[in-house]
């Protein structure tokens, strides 16, 4: 085999690779040795058939896989000699071949740049701490109370309020005509519970048991019935009775409806519950500062294929969502040339990251065990009860979705391996604190950052997700 070097220029590299007509002509013999005993023609004994004659049956078949395998081959060996890790998968192109002659094609490939991490001693975190204060286990309580309440019928007569339950009939029209679906008796709302399209409770705020009124509503634009959507509509209700809430008493016997043994346990389970969500937040914060810190402290040449493809993906999901109406209104009316100029820096950014952190990874031998593979498998399919195993048999039979579903597992474990390094402060802030969100910068790198779409799997879903996601929507 001959291999040239036909660039050599940043991150892109060619090679013209030449494969010997007898290299190719020994392998595809070989092949179709091979093959004779496993292949059945009519008037010959198995691993009898001239090979004039298997060479006329198979020899198109046979030097289509010998060449597919050759240039795999010999691609692997350039890469190799020449200690070349690509960033994407190399393209090649045949630029010569006929039987009995050389085999000739190109490589060209970029590659990964060389990656110096820097001292991860020098980078300074704070990890905030929040100390749980007893009003916030009572609010809780007061709202589990609330939930767990029962509905009593007014005894003395005012006006209905927010968190008042109606009991009301009502039927509902377009164009004076009724629709399907539009009618209902007895039917208990809550006011203030966003059930009803919007402005429908509003209306019912402040009636009396045994009004009857007229509910003027608009159906959303993007309502799930093409029939309704956007449609004017009157809904003649009928008030029947006014309910108030009554909290359940926050005793043992509360506790005890929730698979606690007690009022004292319901407490502790609930500041465990707020102590594990706090701590992911501040997690996530002292992330994203860690970002931002090994972003500003890196720089090195990217591969223009890998920032494409990160753009191209932005582009897309800002695309999907426009097409969807969910939208956000910093991209809206921008065109693409537009939004690729806006996003170019954060999916720099991203690749920068992405490259760094798998070289930090790479270099301390960090990888995902297959504790770490059922940990995250079981956190998916806990999103979707009912259909647990479905979720599980999914990503056990689709490995590109369960490698998507890894990438963040091993990004998180890099970044753990980097904090240990770092000089880490805690700092004590309260639940106002920790929440806030964060200021808005002006600077266009911040701003680019705050505005990117987040970075989706590409994986299909199964059907117990895609349900449970549709359910989601409605």
Do not use: W
Not at 345 to 361: N, P, S, T, Y
Not at 467 to 473: F, P, Q, S, V, Y
Request: charged share 35%; proline share 4%.
């Amino acid at each position: 085999m001959q291999v040239t070097e036909t660039k050599n220029e940043g991150l892109a590299r060619e090679f013209k690779v030449v494969v010997p007509a007898a290299t190719i002509e020994e392998q595809v013999n070989a092949k179709l040795e091979e093959i004779k005993s496993q292949v059945r023609l009519p008037g010959f004994r198995p691993g009898k058939i001239p090979a004039k004659l298997l060479r006329q049956r198979y020899g198109k078949s046979v030097m289509g896989e010998v060449l597919e395998a050759a240039v795999n081959e010999s691609t692997s060996k350039v890469l190799a000699d020449n200690e070349l890790r690509p960033a994407v998968q190399p393209k090649i192109e045949v630029t010569s071949f006929d039987e009995g002659k050389d085999l000739e094609y190109d490589i060209s490939v970029e590659i990964i740049p060389a990656i110096e991490p820097m001292d991860f001693a020098k980078l300074n975190l704070t990890r905030e701490v929040v100390e749980l204060d007893d009003a916030k286990v009572t609010e809780t309580l007061d709202r589990i109370a609330a939930a767990q309440g029962t509905t009593e019928v007014l005894k003395r007569k005012r006006k209905s309020k927010t968190g008042d339950v109606l009991v009301i009939d009502f039927l509902g029209k377009v164009g004076g005509e009724p629709f399907e679906g539009g009618k209902a008796e007895d039917y208990e709302l809550e006011l203030g519970s966003g059930t009803f399209i919007e402005g429908f409770e509003d209306q019912l705020t402040g009636a009396n048991a045994g009004d009857e009124t007229v509910v003027k509503v608009t159906f959303p634009e993007n309502y799930g019935s093409d029939e309704l959507a956007g449609k004017d509509a009157e809904f003649d209700v009928t008030v029947k009775e006014i309910k108030e809430k009554k909290p359940a008493e926050i005793d043992d016997e509360l506790a005890k409806k929730l698979g606690q043994d007690t009022l004292e346990s319901l407490k502790e389970a609930i500041r465990k519950d707020f102590g594990r969500e706090y701590e992911s937040v501040a997690r996530q914060k002292m992330k994203r500062d860690l970002l931002d810190q090994l972003a500003e402290n890196h720089s090195f040449d990217l591969p223009s294929s890998l920032v494409e493809n990160e753009l191209t993906g932005i582009i897309g999901q800002i695309k999907q969502a426009r097409e969807a109406g969910q939208e956000d209104d910093e991209t809206k009316g921008k065109s693409e040339e537009e939004l690729t100029e806006e996003f170019r820096e954060i999916a720099e950014r991203r690749v920068l990251l992405g490259l760094l952190l798998a070289e930090v990874g790479r270099n301390n031998n960090i990888q995902i065990t297959q504790d770490d593979i059922n940990k995250v498998l079981v956190a998916e399919a806990q999103k979707y009860p009912g259909q647990e195993q479905q979720v599980i048999e999914f990503y056990k039979n689709n490995p590109q979705a369960l490698q998507a579903l890894q990438g963040p597992v091993y990004e998180d474990k890099v970044v753990d391996y980097i904090v240990e390094l770092a000089k880490v402060e805690e700092k004590t802030v309260t639940v106002e604190e920790l929440l806030k969100p964060e200021e808005e910068d002006e600077t266009p790198k911040a701003d680019a950052k705050k505005k990117a779409p987040a970075k989706k799997a590409a994986a299909k879903k199964p059907a117990a997700k895609k349900k449970a996601a549709d359910e989601g929507e409605e």
